[in-house]
Protein backbone atom coordinates (compact mmCIF):
# COMPACT_ATOMS: atom_id res chain seq x y z
CA UNK A 1 0.00 0.00 0.00
CA UNK A 2 2.92 2.31 0.81
CA UNK A 3 4.93 2.05 -2.21
CA UNK A 4 1.68 2.40 -4.42
CA UNK A 5 0.89 5.71 -2.61
CA UNK A 6 4.35 7.07 -2.74
CA UNK A 7 4.87 5.90 -6.39
CA UNK A 8 2.47 8.71 -7.89
CA UNK A 9 4.19 11.31 -5.53
CA UNK A 10 7.92 9.89 -7.23
CA UNK A 11 6.61 10.72 -10.87
CA UNK A 12 4.89 13.90 -9.62
CA UNK A 13 8.04 14.45 -8.41
CA UNK A 14 10.35 13.76 -10.90
CA UNK A 15 7.71 15.60 -13.41
CA UNK A 16 8.47 19.11 -11.77
CA UNK A 17 12.34 18.42 -11.64
CA UNK A 18 12.22 17.83 -15.14
CA UNK A 19 10.00 20.63 -15.79
CA UNK A 20 13.13 23.40 -13.99
CA UNK A 21 15.86 21.61 -15.49
CA UNK A 22 14.29 22.21 -18.62
CA UNK A 23 13.28 25.84 -17.94
CA UNK A 24 16.72 25.92 -16.98
CA UNK A 25 18.41 25.03 -20.01
CA UNK A 26 15.64 27.25 -21.66
CA UNK A 27 16.56 30.47 -19.68
CA UNK A 28 20.30 29.83 -20.38
CA UNK A 29 20.05 29.52 -24.29
CA UNK A 30 17.77 33.06 -24.04
CA UNK A 31 20.45 34.37 -22.51
CA UNK A 32 22.65 33.35 -24.75
CA UNK A 33 21.07 34.17 -27.44
CA UNK A 34 19.84 37.52 -26.52
CA UNK A 35 23.64 38.22 -25.72
CA UNK A 36 24.54 37.16 -29.49
CA UNK A 37 21.57 39.40 -30.68
CA UNK A 38 23.01 42.63 -28.32
CA UNK A 39 26.85 42.75 -29.99
CA UNK A 40 25.37 42.05 -33.23
CA UNK A 41 23.31 45.31 -32.80
CA UNK A 42 25.82 47.00 -31.12
CA UNK A 43 28.56 46.15 -34.19
CA UNK A 44 25.92 47.69 -36.57
CA UNK A 45 25.59 50.55 -34.37
CA UNK A 46 21.82 50.29 -34.33
CA UNK A 47 20.62 53.15 -32.10
CA UNK A 48 17.25 55.98 -32.12
CA UNK A 49 15.64 58.70 -30.64
CA UNK A 50 12.22 57.59 -30.49
CA UNK A 51 10.00 54.65 -30.41
CA UNK A 52 6.20 55.53 -31.48
CA UNK A 53 3.36 53.69 -30.18
CA UNK A 54 0.09 55.01 -30.99
CA UNK A 55 -2.53 54.33 -28.29
CA UNK A 56 -6.35 53.83 -28.58
CA UNK A 57 -9.74 52.48 -27.55
CA UNK A 58 -10.77 50.20 -24.88
CA UNK A 59 -7.16 49.10 -24.48
CA UNK A 60 -8.58 45.98 -22.35
CA UNK A 61 -6.11 44.88 -19.12
CA UNK A 62 -5.21 41.41 -20.45
CA UNK A 63 -4.92 39.55 -23.87
CA UNK A 64 -7.88 38.40 -25.40
CA UNK A 65 -7.50 34.46 -25.91
CA UNK A 66 -5.55 32.95 -28.59
CA UNK A 67 -7.89 32.02 -31.90
CA UNK A 68 -8.38 29.25 -33.25
CA UNK A 69 -6.62 27.77 -36.39
CA UNK A 70 -10.20 28.49 -38.28
CA UNK A 71 -10.60 31.91 -36.67
CA UNK A 72 -7.21 33.19 -37.99
CA UNK A 73 -8.07 31.61 -41.87
CA UNK A 74 -11.21 34.57 -40.81
CA UNK A 75 -11.36 38.00 -41.70
CA UNK A 76 -11.49 39.25 -38.29
CA UNK A 77 -10.09 42.21 -37.17
CA UNK A 78 -6.78 42.60 -35.42
CA UNK A 79 -6.87 42.14 -31.14
CA UNK A 80 -6.78 45.92 -29.83
CA UNK A 81 -3.61 46.81 -28.08
CA UNK A 82 -4.08 45.69 -24.23
CA UNK A 83 -2.69 46.67 -21.27
CA UNK A 84 -0.31 43.35 -21.00
CA UNK A 85 0.80 44.18 -24.22
CA UNK A 86 1.44 47.66 -23.83
CA UNK A 87 3.61 47.08 -20.08
CA UNK A 88 5.33 44.36 -22.43
CA UNK A 89 6.49 47.05 -25.32
CA UNK A 90 7.79 49.23 -22.83
CA UNK A 91 9.65 47.46 -20.37
CA UNK A 92 11.50 46.19 -23.48
CA UNK A 93 12.06 49.99 -24.47
CA UNK A 94 12.79 50.89 -20.20
CA UNK A 95 16.06 48.15 -21.02
CA UNK A 96 17.31 49.24 -24.13
CA UNK A 97 20.57 51.47 -23.63
CA UNK A 98 20.26 52.36 -27.42
CA UNK A 99 16.88 54.45 -26.96
CA UNK A 100 16.33 58.03 -26.01
CA UNK A 101 12.35 57.82 -25.56
CA UNK A 102 9.07 57.18 -26.38
CA UNK A 103 6.96 59.18 -28.55
CA UNK A 104 2.86 58.03 -27.67
CA UNK A 105 0.29 59.51 -30.56
CA UNK A 106 -3.25 59.29 -28.47
CA UNK A 107 -6.21 59.20 -30.40
CA UNK A 108 -9.44 57.79 -29.78
CA UNK A 109 -8.99 56.50 -26.36
CA UNK A 110 -12.50 55.27 -25.56
CA UNK A 111 -11.17 53.38 -21.74
CA UNK A 112 -12.20 53.75 -18.14
CA UNK A 113 -11.14 55.84 -15.53
CA UNK A 114 -8.90 53.12 -13.51
CA UNK A 115 -7.55 52.21 -17.11
CA UNK A 116 -6.32 55.47 -17.88
CA UNK A 117 -4.55 55.57 -14.40
CA UNK A 118 -2.89 52.43 -15.66
CA UNK A 119 -1.56 54.04 -18.46
CA UNK A 120 -0.48 57.06 -16.60
CA UNK A 121 1.34 54.76 -14.22
CA UNK A 122 2.84 52.81 -17.78
CA UNK A 123 4.12 56.02 -18.88
CA UNK A 124 5.58 57.13 -15.05
CA UNK A 125 7.26 53.91 -14.81
CA UNK A 126 9.27 54.58 -18.31
CA UNK A 127 9.94 57.92 -17.02
CA UNK A 128 11.77 55.98 -13.54
CA UNK A 129 13.45 54.14 -15.87
CA UNK A 130 15.02 57.52 -17.33
CA UNK A 131 13.32 57.75 -20.70
CA UNK A 132 12.06 60.54 -21.95
CA UNK A 133 7.97 60.30 -22.56
CA UNK A 134 6.39 62.33 -25.19
CA UNK A 135 2.77 62.57 -25.85
CA UNK A 136 1.07 63.81 -29.08
CA UNK A 137 -2.55 64.39 -29.60
CA UNK A 138 -4.60 65.76 -31.30
CA UNK A 139 -7.67 65.57 -28.84
CA UNK A 140 -6.99 67.33 -25.59
CA UNK A 141 -10.10 66.07 -24.07
CA UNK A 142 -9.93 65.17 -20.17
CA UNK A 143 -9.76 61.20 -21.03
CA UNK A 144 -6.92 62.07 -23.26
CA UNK A 145 -4.88 64.84 -21.26
CA UNK A 146 -5.41 62.93 -18.11
CA UNK A 147 -3.00 60.34 -19.46
CA UNK A 148 -0.75 63.16 -21.49
CA UNK A 149 0.03 65.04 -18.27
CA UNK A 150 1.99 62.14 -17.24
CA UNK A 151 4.57 62.59 -20.14
CA UNK A 152 7.79 65.13 -20.25
CA UNK A 153 6.17 66.90 -22.98
CA UNK A 154 2.76 67.22 -24.91
CA UNK A 155 2.77 68.18 -28.36
CA UNK A 156 -0.61 69.50 -30.08
CA UNK A 157 -1.74 70.29 -33.20
CA UNK A 158 -2.29 73.61 -34.43
CA UNK A 159 -6.45 72.99 -34.79
CA UNK A 160 -6.58 71.02 -31.70
CA UNK A 161 -8.69 72.87 -28.84
CA UNK A 162 -8.20 72.30 -24.70
CA UNK A 163 -11.35 70.94 -24.18
CA UNK A 164 -11.09 68.93 -20.48
CA UNK A 165 -14.31 70.12 -19.48
CA UNK A 166 -14.71 67.43 -16.40
CA UNK A 167 -16.64 64.83 -15.07
CA UNK A 168 -20.34 63.80 -15.28
CA UNK A 169 -22.08 60.77 -13.43
CA UNK A 170 -25.67 60.32 -15.10
CA UNK A 171 -28.08 57.91 -14.06
CA UNK A 172 -31.20 56.56 -16.49
CA UNK A 173 -34.49 56.32 -15.47
CA UNK A 174 -37.34 54.17 -17.23
CA UNK A 175 -39.92 54.42 -15.40
CA UNK A 176 -42.07 56.47 -17.40
CA UNK A 177 -40.61 54.89 -20.52
CA UNK A 178 -41.97 51.58 -19.19
CA UNK A 179 -45.32 52.65 -18.11
CA UNK A 180 -45.80 53.75 -21.67
CA UNK A 181 -45.15 50.05 -23.14
CA UNK A 182 -46.90 48.70 -19.99
CA UNK A 183 -44.12 47.16 -18.10
CA UNK A 184 -44.21 48.25 -14.81
CA UNK A 185 -41.31 46.96 -12.32
CA UNK A 186 -41.22 46.32 -8.53
CA UNK A 187 -38.42 46.97 -6.41
CA UNK A 188 -37.11 46.04 -3.10
CA UNK A 189 -33.98 47.32 -2.02
CA UNK A 190 -32.28 46.86 1.14
CA UNK A 191 -31.35 50.66 1.90
CA UNK A 192 -32.43 53.80 0.12
CA UNK A 193 -28.36 53.66 -1.12
CA UNK A 194 -28.76 50.74 -3.04
CA UNK A 195 -30.33 52.16 -6.12
CA UNK A 196 -29.26 49.79 -9.13
CA UNK A 197 -33.08 49.02 -9.32
CA UNK A 198 -34.15 52.95 -9.41
CA UNK A 199 -33.44 52.74 -13.16
CA UNK A 200 -36.19 50.93 -13.54
CA UNK A 201 -38.92 51.92 -10.73
CA UNK A 202 -38.37 55.36 -10.16
CA UNK A 203 -38.64 58.60 -12.22
CA UNK A 204 -36.26 60.56 -11.01
CA UNK A 205 -33.44 60.77 -8.94
CA UNK A 206 -33.70 60.40 -5.23
CA UNK A 207 -32.07 62.64 -2.13
CA UNK A 208 -30.05 59.42 -1.47
CA UNK A 209 -28.65 58.47 -4.83
CA UNK A 210 -27.59 62.51 -5.34
CA UNK A 211 -25.87 62.30 -2.06
CA UNK A 212 -23.80 59.08 -3.22
CA UNK A 213 -23.10 60.61 -6.46
CA UNK A 214 -22.24 63.74 -5.45
CA UNK A 215 -19.43 62.22 -2.93
CA UNK A 216 -18.32 59.82 -5.66
CA UNK A 217 -18.00 63.25 -7.83
CA UNK A 218 -15.81 65.11 -5.59
CA UNK A 219 -13.59 62.29 -4.75
CA UNK A 220 -13.03 61.50 -8.62
CA UNK A 221 -12.89 65.77 -9.65
CA UNK A 222 -10.22 65.65 -6.71
CA UNK A 223 -8.55 63.23 -7.83
CA UNK A 224 -8.31 63.75 -11.36
CA UNK A 225 -7.68 67.43 -10.85
CA UNK A 226 -4.47 67.12 -8.74
CA UNK A 227 -3.12 64.25 -11.35
CA UNK A 228 -3.36 66.98 -14.16
CA UNK A 229 -2.20 69.73 -12.18
CA UNK A 230 0.79 67.93 -10.94
CA UNK A 231 1.79 66.82 -14.34
CA UNK A 232 1.81 70.65 -15.04
CA UNK A 233 3.46 71.69 -12.55
CA UNK A 234 0.84 73.87 -11.09
CA UNK A 235 -1.34 73.77 -8.29
CA UNK A 236 -4.85 72.50 -8.24
CA UNK A 237 -6.68 75.32 -7.15
CA UNK A 238 -4.63 77.06 -10.86
CA UNK A 239 -5.34 74.21 -13.02
CA UNK A 240 -8.91 74.15 -11.91
CA UNK A 241 -9.44 77.66 -12.81
CA UNK A 242 -8.04 76.82 -16.03
CA UNK A 243 -10.29 74.01 -16.64
CA UNK A 244 -13.80 76.30 -15.45
CA UNK A 245 -12.48 78.47 -18.79
CA UNK A 246 -12.29 75.48 -21.08
CA UNK A 247 -12.44 75.21 -24.13
CA UNK A 248 -9.01 77.08 -25.06
CA UNK A 249 -7.81 77.86 -28.47
CA UNK A 250 -5.05 75.73 -28.74
CA UNK A 251 -2.66 79.37 -28.68
CA UNK A 252 -4.65 80.15 -25.09
CA UNK A 253 -3.56 76.63 -24.01
CA UNK A 254 0.11 77.12 -24.86
CA UNK A 255 0.27 80.10 -23.32
CA UNK A 256 -0.94 78.73 -19.87
CA UNK A 257 1.40 75.97 -19.86
CA UNK A 258 -1.12 73.18 -20.38
CA UNK A 259 0.96 71.99 -23.42
CA UNK A 260 4.17 72.13 -24.26
CA UNK A 261 4.31 72.72 -28.15
CA UNK A 262 2.12 73.14 -31.59
CA UNK A 263 3.42 70.91 -34.68
CA UNK A 264 1.85 69.06 -37.05
CA UNK A 265 2.68 65.08 -37.49
CA UNK A 266 5.28 65.61 -39.56
CA UNK A 267 7.21 68.55 -38.25
CA UNK A 268 7.53 65.88 -35.13
CA UNK A 269 11.03 64.41 -36.45
CA UNK A 270 12.62 68.15 -36.35
CA UNK A 271 10.84 69.26 -33.01
CA UNK A 272 12.00 66.05 -31.30
CA UNK A 273 15.84 66.41 -32.62
CA UNK A 274 18.52 67.57 -29.99
CA UNK A 275 19.81 71.35 -30.83
CA UNK A 276 23.07 71.33 -32.54
CA UNK A 277 25.81 73.84 -31.17
CA UNK A 278 24.62 75.98 -34.60
CA UNK A 279 21.38 76.28 -33.60
CA UNK A 280 21.48 77.10 -29.74
CA UNK A 281 24.32 79.61 -30.94
CA UNK A 282 21.64 80.73 -33.43
CA UNK A 283 18.78 81.04 -30.57
CA UNK A 284 21.05 83.01 -28.32
CA UNK A 285 21.06 85.62 -31.39
CA UNK A 286 17.61 85.59 -31.32
CA UNK A 287 16.97 83.16 -34.32
CA UNK A 288 14.18 80.17 -33.76
CA UNK A 289 12.31 82.80 -30.93
CA UNK A 290 9.02 81.32 -32.31
CA UNK A 291 10.39 77.62 -31.94
CA UNK A 292 11.68 78.30 -27.91
CA UNK A 293 7.43 79.27 -27.71
CA UNK A 294 6.93 75.76 -28.62
CA UNK A 295 5.77 76.78 -32.16
CA UNK A 296 7.36 76.09 -35.60
CA UNK A 297 6.87 78.72 -38.94
CA UNK A 298 7.56 76.84 -42.55
CA UNK A 299 11.18 78.11 -42.34
CA UNK A 300 11.71 76.50 -39.26
CA UNK A 301 10.29 73.00 -40.07
CA UNK A 302 12.88 73.84 -42.98
CA UNK A 303 10.08 72.79 -45.48
CA UNK A 304 9.41 74.81 -49.09
CA UNK A 305 5.99 74.60 -50.85
CA UNK A 306 5.75 71.98 -53.26
CA UNK A 307 5.53 72.08 -57.00
CA UNK A 308 2.14 70.38 -58.88
CA UNK A 309 4.83 67.63 -59.45
CA UNK A 310 5.93 67.29 -56.19
CA UNK A 311 2.53 67.03 -55.34
CA UNK A 312 1.77 64.10 -57.38
CA UNK A 313 4.70 62.26 -56.59
CA UNK A 314 4.04 62.55 -53.13
CA UNK A 315 0.66 61.17 -54.06
CA UNK A 316 2.27 58.13 -55.77
CA UNK A 317 3.88 57.22 -53.01
CA UNK A 318 2.47 53.83 -50.89
CA UNK A 319 2.22 53.30 -47.27
CA UNK A 320 4.23 56.56 -46.46
CA UNK A 321 2.21 58.17 -44.01
CA UNK A 322 3.59 56.81 -40.76
CA UNK A 323 5.69 58.98 -38.40
CA UNK A 324 8.35 56.77 -39.04
CA UNK A 325 8.11 56.87 -42.81
CA UNK A 326 7.90 61.34 -41.95
CA UNK A 327 10.81 60.65 -40.16
CA UNK A 328 13.30 59.22 -42.14
CA UNK A 329 12.73 60.23 -45.95
CA UNK A 330 15.19 62.42 -47.53
CA UNK A 331 15.59 65.54 -47.50
CA UNK A 332 17.78 68.46 -48.34
CA UNK A 333 17.25 70.51 -45.47
CA UNK A 334 20.44 70.14 -42.82
CA UNK A 335 18.80 70.87 -39.93
CA UNK A 336 19.00 68.17 -37.35
CA UNK A 337 16.01 65.21 -37.33
CA UNK A 338 15.14 63.02 -34.62
CA UNK A 339 15.27 58.85 -35.40
CA UNK A 340 11.60 58.23 -35.11
CA UNK A 341 10.79 54.19 -35.89
CA UNK A 342 7.38 52.44 -34.73
CA UNK A 343 7.44 49.30 -32.70
CA UNK A 344 7.52 46.96 -35.68
CA UNK A 345 10.76 48.40 -37.27
CA UNK A 346 12.52 49.38 -33.44
CA UNK A 347 11.86 46.03 -31.98
CA UNK A 348 14.48 44.51 -33.69
CA UNK A 349 16.96 46.89 -33.03
CA UNK A 350 16.40 47.42 -28.98
CA UNK A 351 19.45 45.96 -26.61
CA UNK A 352 18.01 43.64 -24.26
CA UNK A 353 18.56 42.68 -20.54
CA UNK A 354 18.07 39.28 -20.24
CA UNK A 355 16.24 37.39 -17.41
CA UNK A 356 15.39 34.18 -15.65
CA UNK A 357 12.01 33.38 -15.60
CA UNK A 358 10.54 32.54 -12.01
CA UNK A 359 10.38 28.80 -11.61
CA UNK A 360 6.78 28.96 -10.68
CA UNK A 361 4.02 31.09 -12.76
CA UNK A 362 1.71 34.08 -11.36
CA UNK A 363 -1.84 32.52 -12.97
CA UNK A 364 -4.62 35.62 -14.00
CA UNK A 365 -7.96 34.91 -14.41
CA UNK A 366 -10.65 37.53 -15.62
CA UNK A 367 -14.09 38.11 -14.61
CA UNK A 368 -15.69 40.90 -17.01
CA UNK A 369 -18.94 41.79 -17.56
CA UNK A 370 -22.16 41.11 -15.75
CA UNK A 371 -22.33 38.22 -13.47
CA UNK A 372 -24.94 35.81 -14.05
CA UNK A 373 -25.51 31.95 -14.24
CA UNK A 374 -24.30 29.28 -16.39
CA UNK A 375 -21.24 30.21 -19.18
CA UNK A 376 -19.94 33.74 -20.00
CA UNK A 377 -21.14 35.47 -23.21
CA UNK A 378 -20.19 38.12 -25.41
CA UNK A 379 -23.23 38.93 -27.42
CA UNK A 380 -23.20 40.85 -30.39
CA UNK A 381 -25.22 43.55 -29.54
CA UNK A 382 -23.74 45.56 -26.40
CA UNK A 383 -26.73 47.96 -25.11
CA UNK A 384 -25.38 50.39 -22.14
CA UNK A 385 -28.05 49.19 -19.64
CA UNK A 386 -27.07 46.66 -16.81
CA UNK A 387 -27.46 43.14 -17.01
CA UNK A 388 -28.97 43.52 -20.65
CA UNK A 389 -26.28 44.35 -22.99
CA UNK A 390 -22.54 43.55 -22.89
CA UNK A 391 -20.29 41.22 -21.83
CA UNK A 392 -21.43 38.46 -19.13
CA UNK A 393 -19.39 36.30 -16.79
CA UNK A 394 -21.10 33.62 -16.25
CA UNK A 395 -20.59 31.38 -12.70
CA UNK A 396 -20.25 27.85 -14.72
CA UNK A 397 -17.07 29.48 -16.77
CA UNK A 398 -15.48 30.97 -13.82
CA UNK A 399 -15.74 27.78 -11.70
CA UNK A 400 -13.98 25.88 -14.73
CA UNK A 401 -11.27 28.15 -14.44
CA UNK A 402 -10.84 28.11 -10.66
CA UNK A 403 -11.05 24.33 -10.44
CA UNK A 404 -8.08 24.04 -13.21
CA UNK A 405 -6.29 26.63 -11.54
CA UNK A 406 -6.24 24.90 -8.33
CA UNK A 407 -5.05 21.77 -9.95
CA UNK A 408 -2.06 23.26 -11.69
CA UNK A 409 1.44 22.19 -9.24
CA UNK A 410 3.27 24.89 -10.90
CA UNK A 411 1.05 27.65 -10.33
CA UNK A 412 2.85 29.45 -7.21
CA UNK A 413 -0.31 32.17 -6.62
CA UNK A 414 -3.50 33.68 -8.83
CA UNK A 415 -4.30 37.60 -9.54
CA UNK A 416 -7.88 37.19 -9.89
CA UNK A 417 -9.01 40.69 -12.41
CA UNK A 418 -12.38 41.49 -11.47
CA UNK A 419 -14.15 43.94 -13.83
CA UNK A 420 -17.53 43.95 -13.17
CA UNK A 421 -20.86 45.79 -12.48
CA UNK A 422 -21.94 43.20 -9.98
CA UNK A 423 -25.52 40.59 -10.88
CA UNK A 424 -27.13 37.67 -9.72
CA UNK A 425 -26.17 36.92 -6.36
CA UNK A 426 -26.12 33.24 -6.14
CA UNK A 427 -23.86 33.54 -9.36
CA UNK A 428 -21.47 35.49 -7.52
CA UNK A 429 -22.00 33.61 -4.18
CA UNK A 430 -20.67 30.79 -5.59
CA UNK A 431 -17.58 32.17 -7.90
CA UNK A 432 -17.02 33.66 -4.25
CA UNK A 433 -16.23 30.73 -2.64
CA UNK A 434 -13.99 28.87 -5.13
CA UNK A 435 -12.13 31.90 -4.28
CA UNK A 436 -11.87 31.27 -0.47
CA UNK A 437 -11.93 27.94 -1.44
CA UNK A 438 -8.31 28.65 -3.03
CA UNK A 439 -7.21 30.90 -1.38
CA UNK A 440 -6.25 28.31 1.64
CA UNK A 441 -4.42 26.90 -0.88
CA UNK A 442 -2.09 29.77 -2.25
CA UNK A 443 -1.82 33.47 -2.47
CA UNK A 444 -4.84 35.17 -4.37
CA UNK A 445 -4.69 38.80 -5.33
CA UNK A 446 -7.86 40.42 -6.42
CA UNK A 447 -7.10 43.15 -8.88
CA UNK A 448 -10.27 45.70 -9.19
CA UNK A 449 -10.76 47.21 -12.92
CA UNK A 450 -12.60 50.56 -13.55
CA UNK A 451 -15.42 48.92 -11.63
CA UNK A 452 -15.78 46.01 -9.24
CA UNK A 453 -19.03 46.73 -7.41
CA UNK A 454 -21.53 44.96 -5.74
CA UNK A 455 -21.42 41.44 -6.95
CA UNK A 456 -17.98 42.14 -8.03
CA UNK A 457 -16.98 43.16 -5.07
CA UNK A 458 -18.41 39.89 -3.40
CA UNK A 459 -16.24 37.54 -5.60
CA UNK A 460 -13.34 39.77 -4.52
CA UNK A 461 -14.22 39.75 -0.53
CA UNK A 462 -11.94 36.52 0.12
CA UNK A 463 -8.89 37.91 -1.80
CA UNK A 464 -5.71 37.78 0.68
CA UNK A 465 -5.07 41.24 -1.12
CA UNK A 466 -7.15 43.43 -2.96
CA UNK A 467 -5.82 46.39 -5.48
CA UNK A 468 -7.55 49.01 -7.05
CA UNK A 469 -6.75 52.54 -8.62
CA UNK A 470 -7.40 55.33 -7.23
CA UNK A 471 -10.43 55.86 -9.35
CA UNK A 472 -11.84 52.64 -9.51
CA UNK A 473 -15.26 52.71 -8.65
CA UNK A 474 -16.10 49.54 -5.69
CA UNK A 475 -18.31 49.23 -3.06
CA UNK A 476 -22.03 49.16 -3.58
CA UNK A 477 -22.20 46.26 -0.68
CA UNK A 478 -25.88 45.57 -0.94
CA UNK A 479 -28.96 43.37 -2.34
CA UNK A 480 -31.96 44.11 -4.38
CA UNK A 481 -34.66 42.16 -5.91
CA UNK A 482 -37.03 42.97 -9.12
CA UNK A 483 -40.35 42.01 -10.64
CA UNK A 484 -41.45 42.85 -13.72
CA UNK A 485 -44.81 43.38 -14.15
CA UNK A 486 -46.19 42.96 -18.12
CA UNK A 487 -50.28 43.11 -17.70
CA UNK A 488 -50.07 46.44 -19.26
CA UNK A 489 -48.39 45.54 -21.96
CA UNK A 490 -50.53 42.42 -22.75
CA UNK A 491 -53.46 44.72 -22.58
CA UNK A 492 -52.12 47.38 -24.93
CA UNK A 493 -51.40 44.35 -27.19
CA UNK A 494 -54.82 42.53 -26.84
CA UNK A 495 -53.32 39.29 -25.14
CA UNK A 496 -55.55 37.51 -23.28
CA UNK A 497 -53.84 35.04 -20.64
CA UNK A 498 -55.14 32.53 -18.89
CA UNK A 499 -53.65 30.41 -16.03
CA UNK A 500 -53.75 27.67 -13.58
CA UNK A 501 -51.78 27.16 -10.35
CA UNK A 502 -51.02 25.08 -7.24
CA UNK A 503 -49.78 26.29 -4.59
CA UNK A 504 -50.38 29.47 -2.79
CA UNK A 505 -47.07 31.84 -4.18
CA UNK A 506 -46.52 29.74 -7.73
CA UNK A 507 -46.80 32.60 -9.18
CA UNK A 508 -44.41 34.62 -7.34
CA UNK A 509 -41.48 35.47 -9.72
CA UNK A 510 -44.24 35.45 -13.07
CA UNK A 511 -47.05 37.11 -12.09
CA UNK A 512 -47.58 39.69 -14.78
CA UNK A 513 -49.88 41.79 -11.93
CA UNK A 514 -48.09 44.07 -9.71
CA UNK A 515 -46.59 42.91 -6.36
CA UNK A 516 -48.84 42.58 -3.47
CA UNK A 517 -48.02 43.74 0.04
CA UNK A 518 -47.73 39.89 0.65
CA UNK A 519 -45.54 39.29 -2.01
CA UNK A 520 -43.42 42.36 -1.32
CA UNK A 521 -42.71 41.13 2.23
CA UNK A 522 -41.47 38.00 1.06
CA UNK A 523 -39.23 39.36 -1.31
CA UNK A 524 -38.23 41.77 1.56
CA UNK A 525 -37.37 38.59 3.73
CA UNK A 526 -35.24 37.10 1.17
CA UNK A 527 -32.96 40.15 0.27
CA UNK A 528 -32.30 40.92 4.08
CA UNK A 529 -30.82 37.27 4.15
CA UNK A 530 -29.11 37.67 1.09
CA UNK A 531 -27.66 40.81 2.86
CA UNK A 532 -26.90 39.24 6.07
CA UNK A 533 -24.56 36.82 4.32
CA UNK A 534 -22.67 39.62 2.09
CA UNK A 535 -21.58 41.43 5.10
CA UNK A 536 -20.72 37.84 6.64
CA UNK A 537 -18.81 36.99 3.60
CA UNK A 538 -16.85 40.89 3.52
CA UNK A 539 -16.56 40.42 7.82
CA UNK A 540 -14.69 37.36 7.32
CA UNK A 541 -12.76 38.46 4.15
CA UNK A 542 -11.69 41.56 5.52
CA UNK A 543 -11.89 40.48 8.83
CA UNK A 544 -13.56 44.14 9.88
CA UNK A 545 -16.35 43.61 12.63
CA UNK A 546 -19.79 42.52 11.22
CA UNK A 547 -21.53 44.51 13.43
CA UNK A 548 -19.72 47.84 12.06
CA UNK A 549 -20.34 47.37 8.75
CA UNK A 550 -23.56 49.12 7.74
CA UNK A 551 -22.07 52.70 7.61
CA UNK A 552 -19.75 51.58 5.00
CA UNK A 553 -22.55 49.41 3.12
CA UNK A 554 -26.08 49.68 2.75
CA UNK A 555 -25.38 49.87 -1.27
CA UNK A 556 -22.68 53.03 -0.81
CA UNK A 557 -20.20 53.29 -3.71
CA UNK A 558 -17.09 54.15 -3.27
CA UNK A 559 -13.85 55.01 -4.93
CA UNK A 560 -10.86 53.22 -4.73
CA UNK A 561 -8.97 55.90 -2.35
CA UNK A 562 -12.22 56.06 -0.19
CA UNK A 563 -12.27 52.26 -0.27
CA UNK A 564 -8.99 52.32 0.94
CA UNK A 565 -9.67 54.49 3.63
CA UNK A 566 -12.48 52.33 4.68
CA UNK A 567 -10.26 48.51 4.77
CA UNK A 568 -12.51 47.61 2.06
CA UNK A 569 -9.15 47.53 -0.10
CA UNK A 570 -6.11 46.91 0.68
CA UNK A 571 -3.64 49.62 -1.58
CA UNK A 572 -3.93 51.50 -5.16
CA UNK A 573 -1.94 50.10 -8.17
CA UNK A 574 -1.52 48.92 -11.27
CA UNK A 575 -1.79 45.18 -12.90
CA UNK A 576 2.04 44.88 -13.21
CA UNK A 577 1.99 46.04 -8.94
CA UNK A 578 -0.86 43.24 -8.97
CA UNK A 579 1.62 40.28 -10.76
CA UNK A 580 4.57 41.48 -8.52
CA UNK A 581 2.69 41.36 -4.72
CA UNK A 582 1.22 37.88 -5.80
CA UNK A 583 5.27 36.88 -6.94
CA UNK A 584 6.10 38.48 -3.31
CA UNK A 585 3.46 36.45 -1.90
CA UNK A 586 4.08 33.25 -2.77
CA UNK A 587 7.98 33.76 -2.50
CA UNK A 588 8.88 34.01 -6.19
CA UNK A 589 12.00 36.11 -6.82
CA UNK A 590 11.09 39.85 -8.06
CA UNK A 591 14.42 41.36 -8.18
CA UNK A 592 15.81 42.79 -11.68
CA UNK A 593 17.85 39.66 -12.60
CA UNK A 594 14.40 38.02 -12.69
CA UNK A 595 11.05 38.02 -14.97
CA UNK A 596 7.88 36.84 -12.94
CA UNK A 597 6.07 34.10 -15.32
CA UNK A 598 2.70 34.95 -15.79
CA UNK A 599 0.17 32.71 -17.95
CA UNK A 600 -3.30 33.96 -18.38
CA UNK A 601 -6.08 31.25 -18.43
CA UNK A 602 -8.63 31.25 -20.57
CA UNK A 603 -12.18 29.32 -20.77
CA UNK A 604 -11.65 26.62 -24.04
CA UNK A 605 -14.56 28.16 -26.28
CA UNK A 606 -14.54 30.66 -28.81
CA UNK A 607 -14.66 34.74 -28.39
CA UNK A 608 -15.89 34.68 -32.45
CA UNK A 609 -18.80 33.59 -33.73
CA UNK A 610 -20.73 34.52 -36.58
CA UNK A 611 -24.05 36.62 -35.57
CA UNK A 612 -27.61 34.93 -36.56
CA UNK A 613 -29.79 37.23 -39.06
CA UNK A 614 -30.96 39.66 -37.28
CA UNK A 615 -29.57 39.15 -33.81
CA UNK A 616 -28.99 42.32 -32.99
CA UNK A 617 -32.50 43.28 -33.98
CA UNK A 618 -34.35 40.46 -31.58
CA UNK A 619 -32.43 40.95 -29.01
CA UNK A 620 -33.69 45.15 -28.82
CA UNK A 621 -37.01 43.59 -29.01
CA UNK A 622 -36.77 41.43 -26.17
CA UNK A 623 -35.71 44.78 -24.23
CA UNK A 624 -38.51 46.39 -25.15
CA UNK A 625 -40.93 43.59 -23.92
CA UNK A 626 -39.15 42.97 -20.93
CA UNK A 627 -38.44 39.38 -22.01
CA UNK A 628 -33.96 40.05 -21.83
CA UNK A 629 -34.80 41.88 -18.04
CA UNK A 630 -37.66 38.67 -17.20
CA UNK A 631 -34.17 36.54 -16.63
CA UNK A 632 -33.30 38.33 -13.44
CA UNK A 633 -37.16 38.79 -12.52
CA UNK A 634 -37.56 37.76 -8.64
CA UNK A 635 -33.72 36.87 -8.11
CA UNK A 636 -31.59 38.57 -5.37
CA UNK A 637 -29.16 41.09 -7.56
CA UNK A 638 -26.18 42.61 -6.19
CA UNK A 639 -25.69 45.81 -8.73
CA UNK A 640 -23.62 48.72 -9.07
CA UNK A 641 -26.34 51.84 -10.06
CA UNK A 642 -24.41 54.30 -12.25
CA UNK A 643 -22.87 55.28 -15.21
CA UNK A 644 -19.23 57.73 -15.25
CA UNK A 645 -18.95 60.37 -18.28
CA UNK A 646 -15.55 61.27 -18.61
CA UNK A 647 -16.02 65.07 -20.39
Given at each position: ?261 IAYEDELAWLLAEETAESAAG ?58 KEWRDARGMLLEIPRRHTKKF ?286
Amino acid sequence: MNENNNQPNFFTELKGELRQLWQTVEDEWRCLWADGRNKIRQLQGAKLDYVIIPLGGPLPERNEPPRSFIERQLPLPPPPLSMEQLNGRLQKIADAENVKGVLFVLRGLSCGLGTLQNIRQALQRLREAGKEVVVYTPYLDTRHYLVACAADRIIAPPGAHFDVLGLRLEAMFLKDALKQIGVQADVVQISPYKTAGNMFSKSNITPEQQEQMTWLLDDLFDTLTAAMADGRQQTQAEFQALLDDAPLTIQETLDAGLIDAIAYEDELAWLLAEETAESAAGAEDGEGETCSRGILTTQERGLESPTTDEKIETAEEDDKSSLGDLANCPTENKRPKASLKEWRDARGMLLEIPRRHTKKFVGVISLEGAITMGASQKPPVDLPIPLVGGVTAGEATLLSLIRRAEGMSNMAALVFHVDSPGGVALAADLIGREIERLSQKLPVVVYMGNTAASGGYYVSAYGRHIMCQSMSITGSIGVIMMRLSTQGLYQKLHVNQASVQRGQHAGLYRDPAPLTEEERQILRKSIETVYGQFKRVVAEGRDLPYDDLDPICEGRVWTGRQALERRLVDGCGDFPDAIRKAAELAELPVDDAHEISVVNLHAKTSRHRPAKPFEAAEDIIKLLTGQQMRQFSGQPLLLLPLHIEIQ
